[in-house]
C-alpha cells in the first residue's frame, strides 16, 4: 500500500514499486525500471527471490498485493551478507534522496551471540573501491535470552573509524508485521545529513557530517540488509522481505495523527447455499487510502488454534468481503488480521444460527466496539507514516 500523499514540497517522485510486475532479471538483478544490486560477497549461502513468483514462503503475506522481494542468509561461512541495492543515485536523485520501504522480520526473529550486530539497511553507501563514508542501521541484542534490542546509526568515513551517531536501548523490534523504514540523505562532502524514521518516529538526525567522498559522486543505497558480523553462527536462515519501495529527489516530508487503527469483522450464514457458505465482510480503521492485504482465518476448536482461510484485497476505503464454503458442521470462529492487527473473532455455526448462539456475534461486535473506545480513551495513536509520495514538479 502507497501512503495518501504528504506535504513534501521540496521532493519529486522518481520511482515507486509495489513489485507487481517485477521478474528476477539474473541472480544479482531485477527486472524493476532502475538500476539496481543484490550483494552475497561469496559463492552460495545468499539468494534473492520475488515472493509470490518465484517462491512461496509458508506464512508471509506481502504488504499489499501478491509479490515483494525475498533476502536470506542460509550460510555464514560462504556469504556474510545479503543486500538490495538502488545503485547510481548519482543519475537517479543527485546528492538528495528520500526512501521509503517496508519491511518484514519474521516473529521469531533474533541474534544468536551477544556480542554481535545486525546490519538491515544502510541509507547511503558509497561506490568503489573505497566504498567509504558510509552509514548503517545495527540491531543488536545483548542478551539472546530476552527479546531486547538495540538500534544504532553508525557511520564509517573516510578514514576508516567507525562513528556512532545513536543508540537506542531497548528498542521495541517490529517482528512478525511489516513496518516501514523512511530515511533521507543529503549527500555533501561536509554539511551531510542522514534522517531514520521506522513507523512515523523519527529516530536519528544527523547533521553536518560526511557523507560523500570527494574522489567519487557515484553512491547507493541499500533498502533491506541481511549482514551477520560472524562466521561462528550456524544457525540458518536470516530473511528479511521489502515491499512497496519509493524513491525521491529532495526531502520528503512526516505528520502523524492520532486516529486508532482497528479492525471490525461481521459474519453471516447463508442456509440457501449448498454447500453452505458464510458471508463475511469488515472493513478497516482508518481507511488505509489503498488497497490493504488482509488474511482470513478461521477455527474450529477450543483450543483456539486458527488456520488461513483466505488472502484478500481490501478497497481503498478499507471495506472487505468474502463467501466462504464452510468445509464441516459445527462451530467456527473467524477473524481478520491486516498488518499484524487482528480483528474480534465472531463465532458461527452450521446449523444456520450463529455458535454460541446468536449472542456470539453480539459478544464479538461489542468487544471491538468496546476495545477501540478503550484505545480513544487512552490516547493510542497511530502514525501516518512517512512517505515519499511528494508533489511532482
Given at each position: 500500500?502507497?501512503?495518501?500523499?504528504?506535504?513534501?514540497?521540496?521532493?519529486?517522485?522518481?520511482?515507486?514499486?509495489?513489485?507487481?510486475?517485477?521478474?528476477?532479471?539474473?541472480?544479482?538483478?531485477?527486472?524493476?525500471?532502475?538500476?539496481?544490486?543484490?550483494?552475497?560477497?561469496?559463492?552460495?549461502?545468499?539468494?534473492?527471490?520475488?515472493?509470490?513468483?518465484?517462491?512461496?514462503?509458508?506464512?508471509?503475506?506481502?504488504?499489499?498485493?501478491?509479490?515483494?522481494?525475498?533476502?536470506?542468509?542460509?550460510?555464514?561461512?560462504?556469504?556474510?551478507?545479503?543486500?538490495?541495492?538502488?545503485?547510481?543515485?548519482?543519475?537517479?536523485?543527485?546528492?538528495?534522496?528520500?526512501?521509503?520501504?517496508?519491511?518484514?522480520?519474521?516473529?521469531?526473529?533474533?541474534?544468536?551471540?551477544?556480542?554481535?550486530?545486525?546490519?538491515?539497511?544502510?541509507?547511503?553507501?558509497?561506490?568503489?573501491?573505497?566504498?567509504?563514508?558510509?552509514?548503517?542501521?545495527?540491531?543488536?541484542?545483548?542478551?539472546?535470552?530476552?527479546?531486547?534490542?538495540?538500534?544504532?546509526?553508525?557511520?564509517?568515513?573516510?578514514?576508516?573509524?567507525?562513528?556512532?551517531?545513536?543508540?537506542?536501548?531497548?528498542?521495541?523490534?517490529?517482528?512478525?508485521?511489516?513496518?516501514?523504514?523512511?530515511?533521507?540523505?543529503?549527500?555533501?562532502?561536509?554539511?551531510?545529513?542522514?534522517?531514520?524514521?521506522?513507523?512515523?518516529?523519527?529516530?536519528?538526525?544527523?547533521?553536518?557530517?560526511?557523507?560523500?567522498?570527494?574522489?567519487?559522486?557515484?553512491?547507493?543505497?541499500?533498502?533491506?540488509?541481511?549482514?551477520?558480523?560472524?562466521?561462528?553462527?550456524?544457525?540458518?536462515?536470516?530473511?528479511?522481505?521489502?515491499?512497496?519501495?519509493?524513491?525521491?529527489?529532495?526531502?520528503?516530508?512526516?505528520?502523524?495523527?492520532t486516529e486508532t487503527t482497528s479492525v471490525s469483522l461481521n459474519a453471516r450464514f447463508d442456509a440457501s447455499s449448498s454447500p453452505p457458505t458464510v458471508?463475511?465482510?469488515?472493513?478497516?480503521?482508518?481507511?488505509?487510502?489503498?488497497?490493504?492485504?488482509?488474511?482470513l482465518e478461521f477455527s474450529n476448536n477450543q483450543s483456539g488454534t486458527y488456520q488461513e482461510m483466505a488472502h484478500i484485497t481490501s478497497a481503498a476505503?478499507?471495506?472487505?468481503?468474502?463467501?466462504?464454503?464452510?468445509?464441516?458442521?459445527?462451530?467456527?470462529?473467524?477473524?481478520?488480521?491486516?498488518?499484524?492487527?487482528?480483528?474480534?473473532?465472531?463465532?458461527?455455526?452450521?446449523?444456520?444460527?450463529?455458535?454460541?448462539?446468536?449472542?456470539?456475534?453480539?459478544?464479538?461486535?461489542?468487544?471491538?466496539?468496546?476495545?477501540?473506545?478503550?484505545?480513544?480513551?487512552?490516547?493510542?495513536?497511530?502514525?501516518?507514516?512517512?512517505?515519499?509520495?511528494?508533489?511532482?514538479?
Amino acid at each position: 500500500m502507497f501512503l495518501p500523499y504528504l506535504d513534501a514540497a521540496s521532493a519529486a517522485p522518481v520511482y515507486r514499486t509495489g513489485f507487481e510486475d517485477v521478474t528476477k532479471k539474473d541472480a544479482n538483478r531485477l527486472n524493476m525500471g532502475i538500476d539496481n544490486w543484490f550483494e552475497f560477497q561469496g559463492d552460495g549461502g545468499a539468494a534473492m527471490w520475488v515472493e509470490g513468483l518465484d517462491r512461496k514462503t509458508p506464512g508471509i503475506t506481502c504488504h499489499s498485493g501478491s509479490r515483494c522481494v525475498g533476502l536470506e542468509l542460509t550460510d555464514v561461512t560462504k556469504s556474510k551478507r545479503s543486500e538490495f541495492e538502488i545503485t547510481n543515485l548519482e543519475d537517479l536523485v543527485g546528492d538528495e534522496v528520500s526512501v521509503s520501504v517496508w519491511l518484514y522480520l519474521s516473529a521469531d526473529w533474533q541474534l544468536h551471540l551477544s556480542w554481535n550486530w545486525y546490519a538491515i539497511a544502510d541509507p547511503f553507501f558509497t561506490a568503489g573501491p573505497s566504498f567509504r563514508p558510509y552509514a548503517a542501521i545495527h540491531i543488536r541484542q545483548p542478551d539472546i535470552t530476552k527479546d531486547i534490542f538495540n538500534l544504532e546509526l553508525n557511520v564509517r568515513d573516510t578514514s576508516n573509524a567507525l562513528n556512532n551517531y545513536g543508540n537506542i536501548r531497548n528498542y521495541p523490534l517490529p517482528r512478525g508485521r511489516w513496518f516501514n523504514l523512511q530515511y533521507y540523505v543529503y549527500h555533501h562532502e561536509t554539511n551531510g545529513i542522514v534522517k531514520v524514521w521506522i513507523d512515523g518516529t523519527l529516530l536519528f538526525d544527523v547533521r553536518n557530517i560526511s557523507t560523500k567522498n570527494p574522489s567519487t559522486a557515484e553512491w547507493f543505497t541499500t533498502i533491506a540488509k541481511i549482514y551477520y558480523e560472524s562466521e561462528l553462527d550456524s544457525f540458518s536462515p536470516y530473511r528479511i522481505w521489502a515491499d512497496d519501495l519509493e524513491v525521491c529527489k529532495g526531502e520528503a516530508t512526516s505528520v502523524t495523527t492520532t486516529e486508532t487503527t482497528s479492525v471490525s469483522l461481521n459474519a453471516r450464514f447463508d442456509a440457501s447455499s449448498s454447500p453452505p457458505t458464510v458471508l463475511i465482510s469488515g472493513s478497516i480503521h482508518p481507511a488505509p487510502g489503498g488497497p490493504v492485504n488482509v488474511t482470513l482465518e478461521f477455527s474450529n476448536n477450543q483450543s483456539g488454534t486458527y488456520q488461513e482461510m483466505a488472502h484478500i484485497t481490501s478497497a481503498a476505503d478499507g471495506t472487505f468481503s468474502y463467501s466462504w464454503k464452510v468445509p464441516g458442521n459445527g462451530v467456527f470462529m473467524i477473524r481478520a488480521d491486516t498488518q499484524g492487527v487482528k480483528s474480534p473473532a465472531v463465532s458461527i455455526g452450521t446449523s444456520g444460527v450463529p455458535g454460541f448462539p446468536l449472542e456470539s456475534l453480539l459478544v464479538g461486535s461489542a468487544l471491538g466496539l468496546l476495545l477501540a473506545i478503550m484505545r480513544r480513551r487512552q490516547g493510542a495513536s497511530t502514525p501516518v507514516l512517512p512517505s515519499c509520495r511528494c508533489r511532482p514538479v
